[in-house]
């Protein structure tokens, strides 16, 4: 199965952007859809802590975001796999089934049966709005000092890591480096988008038994991930199926992909047929050829 989940740079342009949209303003009211497993926290809990509260800070940690309140409570959001955060301001569009369409000379409209959770602001400016088609995006209200294991669990955030630490992690794994890639307890962030373009990039197999790989293979992977991860982030994320920014517009990664979703084309760098398998049902794409390491 191929989960096209929003990936760190794609929640890292949705934290840039939506950073101001929330950071120091005050919240007036919350309105939210009914109960289920998008809300860790129970819906009427949200809407009775957070008004009148204010986001000091908009953070990021692997797929997740996290919003400092004033009295140091944490609202984490976390997109799953067709989540959209967006501000309510005229033009913003929909993605999705069910896609709606605001012209830009119309007012927002009300929340669709999509739209789960709405955050109203004292000032009167734009709201914040988080849509899910599927519903597989969390929302979690933590308390001043509270844990919670989605958090404990992650590893060192994608753009911070270092190839030491990806290479202590690999230490007598068979499990085949694509699979290691994507376990958020190692490096958090990274989703199958950008462990295939990474080791793509890197010439190494995706099919490799983490445990071979050298300490210069660790080192070199990881500053190509981190590279290829800043180049989305610039470029606006990638979009393949769902994923707008909070203002609306796709990303423009998806045309610098060599391999991701590319199967049966030739490879941009030596003609060879992109090919596609399944490593722990998830797609993998690969060149035969330049992946031979």
Request: hydrophobic share 35%.
């Amino acid at each position: 199965m191929d989960r096209r989940l929003p990936e760190l740079p794609e929640v890292e342009v949705t934290r840039r952007q939506l950073r101001a949209a929330l950071c120091g303003r005050r919240i007036r009211a919350v309105h939210t859809a009914g109960a289920g497993q998008f809300f860790v926290t129970r819906p009427r809990t949200l809407r009775q802590k957070l008004p009148d509260r204010t986001v000091l800070r908009l953070r990021r940690h692997g797929k997740y975001l996290i919003g400092e309140l004033d009295d140091g409570s944490r609202l984490v959001l976390h997109l799953g796999m067709t989540g959209q955060l967006f501000t309510a301001d005229p033009g913003v569009r929909y993605r999705g089934r069910g896609e709606l369409q605001v012209a830009p000379e119309q007012r927002p409209r009300p929340l669709d049966v999509h739209t789960h959770l709405c955050i109203e602001f004292r000032d009167g400016g734009p709201e914040v709005r988080f849509r899910d088609v599927r519903k597989f995006g969390r929302v979690l209200l933590l308390d001043a000092g509270q844990t919670d294991a989605r958090l404990d669990k992650l590893g060192v955030d994608a753009l911070s890591a270092r190839g030491k630490q990806l290479f202590a992690a690999s230490r007598k794994r068979r499990t085949a480096v694509k699979t290691l890639l994507l376990n958020q307890s190692v490096l958090a962030g990274i989703g199958n988008i950008y462990a295939d373009e990474a080791l793509h990039q890197c010439g190494i197999r995706p099919t490799r038994a983490a445990g071979r790989l050298s300490r210069a293979d660790c080192e070199q992977l990881v500053e190509i991930i981190r590279a290829v991860m800043r180049d989305s982030i610039r470029l606006g994320g990638t979009t393949v199926s769902d994923f707008i920014n909070p203002e609306g517009r796709d990303g423009s990664f998806q045309r610098c992909l060599q391999v991701y979703a590319r199967e049966g084309e030739p490879c941009w760098t030596c003609g060879a047929e992109i090919r596609r398998i399944v490593l722990g049902q998830r797609s993998t794409h690969f060149c035969p050829h330049c992946q031979r390491r």
